[in-house]
T-cell receptor, first 115, second 114 residues
């Protein structure tokens, strides 16, 4: 079974631009979560989508948004990029059966650099 | 105070050593406790999870939870160079709508020297 795929793997943008990152979950997985990973803050939860609806949201500004399509693929968008948005953005998918230990399978991430 | 605290290291040990990785937490709502391993340029992968206080063993790995002290540990016996990675603790709590949210520690970078 193919794992979680994320595109692109690397991205360089300048301040003020916007960016869209894509995530394809494992086949059959209906939940997709997004995380931001930085050396200073570690892995921080952005949001979770399930059946095309945002089910949870972390403590990030409204410049960070996402969506999920009917095939469970997900995109996240960051508008008006800031230098501090430079990070590894990780997508994770799970079966999401409402159990506390829905194992999340992570993709390799998209490395975003904002200049 | 962050909900989950983890010493970022780095930690360097000789091959064969016993490694101890630790996290403390402040949120009593956390129900499940997990350890993820992240190799360079890869996403994290789940190593072990546990629910109750006590020990859980899986091969060379032992996860320990002390809910009264809000303290979790991961022990690696007979460490190997292939164990060199960043280890992240994670804890889950209900977040409504039948969902659970994970909170991660910052991760400890481990190097096992041959």
């Amino acid at each position: 079974k193919a794992g979680v795929t994320q595109t692109p793997r690397y991205l360089i943008k300048t301040r003020g631009q916007q960016v869209t990152l894509s995530c394809s979950p494992i086949s059959g997985h209906r939940s997709v979560s997004w995380y931001q990973q930085t050396p200073g803050q570690g892995l921080q939860f952005l949001f979770e989508y399930f059946s095309e609806t945002q089910r949870n949201k972390g403590n990030f500004p409204g410049r960070f948004s996402g969506r999920q399509f009917s095939n469970s693929r997900s995109e996240m968008n960051v508008s008006t990029l800031e230098l501090g948005d430079s990070a590894l953005y990780l997508c994770a998918s799970s079966l999401a059966r409402g159990r506390a230990i829905n194992e999340q399978f992570f993709g390799p991430g998209t490395r975003l650099t904002v200049l | 105070q962050k909900e989950v605290e983890q010493d970022p290291g780095p930690l360097s040990v000789p091959e064969g050593a016993i490694v101890s990785l630790n996290c403390t937490y402040s949120n009593s709502a956390f129900q499940y406790f997990m350890w993820y391993r992240q190799y360079s340029r890869k996403g994290p992968e789940l190593l072990m999870y546990t629910y109750s206080s006590g020990n859980k063993e899986d091969g060379r790995f032992t996860a320990q939870v002390d809910k009264s002290s809000k303290y979790i540990s991961l022990f690696i016996r007979d460490s190997q160079p292939s164990d060199s990675a960043t280890y992240l603790c994670a804890m889950s709590q209900p977040s409504g709508a039948g969902s659970y949210q994970l909170t991660f520690g910052k991760g400890t970078k481990l190097s096992v020297i041959p």
